[in-house]
């Protein structure tokens, strides 16, 4: 079975700081990777997916095969960017998205 | 287009009773899915479905839970003598197709709490 982890529950980085929110994947065969993004009351809503390569809002995410990762990054943080941050899966033959447990980033002034 | 829209936003039920959540998907998308975020926990698949057919319904509870989309109206969850353990955040997400893995867009979510 398929399965996320993102291993910090929080995560706090000062405006104009790198951040990188973390996410490992387990699956025997080729998923696809996706990163959703919930701001304060708002619903959760796609930030990017690794199929289509590109970067939202300075956001880019590269699928790692071999250490089965998919680490979302941002060279510079903003502070509308603090939000909860979802790493999921989907396998190319279900239907279902696996969600890892989150990361509430904090960007700080 | 108003997205997926959930009602109702908030539930409240007593231990016992039955909640019966409601999804409209986006307009023109004919596939719903539903997901379950237990508190401090990520979101939990429970079912899919496309127009009056259940495709995938291996992560839904065998007993109290049902879920149906019928040819005309919303999709329903309905949860049978709910007990406070069912107090969660129920997502609905849908999609156009399967074809080459839609995307799954969300609606705002349903706030079931069990007294």
């Known amino acids: 079975a398929q399965r996320v982890t993102q291993p910090e529950k929080l995560l706090s980085v000062f405006k104009g700081a790198p951040v990188e929110l973390k996410c490992n994947y387990s699956y025997s065969g080729s998923p696809e990777l996706f990163w959703y993004v919930q701001y304060s009351r708002q619903r959760l809503q796609l930030l990017l997916r690794h199929i289509s390569r590109e970067s939202i809002k300075g956001f880019t995410a590269d699928l790692n095969k071999g250490e089965t990762s998919f680490h979302l990054k941002k060279p510079f943080a903003q502070e509308e960017d603090s939000a909860m941050y979802y790493c999921?899966?989907?396998?190319?033959?279900?239907?279902?998205?696996?969600f890892g447990e989150g990361t509430q980033l904090t960007v700080n002034p | 287009n108003a997205g997926v829209m959930q009602n109702p936003r908030h539930l409240v039920r007593r231990r016992g009773q039955e909640a019966r959540l409601r999804c409209s998907p986006m307009k023109g998308h004919s596939h719903v899915y539903w997901y379950r975020q237990l508190p401090e926990e990520g979101l939990k698949f429970m079912v899919y479905l496309q127009k009056e057919n259940i495709i995938d319904e291996s992560g839904m509870p065998k007993e109290r839970f049902s879920a149906e989309f019928p040819k005309e109206g919303p999709s329903i969850l309905r949860i049978q003598q709910v007990v406070r353990g069912d107090s969660a955040a129920y997502f609905c997400a849908s999609s156009p197709s399967r074809e080459g893995l839609d995307t799954q867009y969300f609606g705002p979510g349903t706030r079931l709490t069990v007294l």
């Open positions: 999921a899966l989907i396998t190319t033959s279900g239907s279902r998205l696996t």
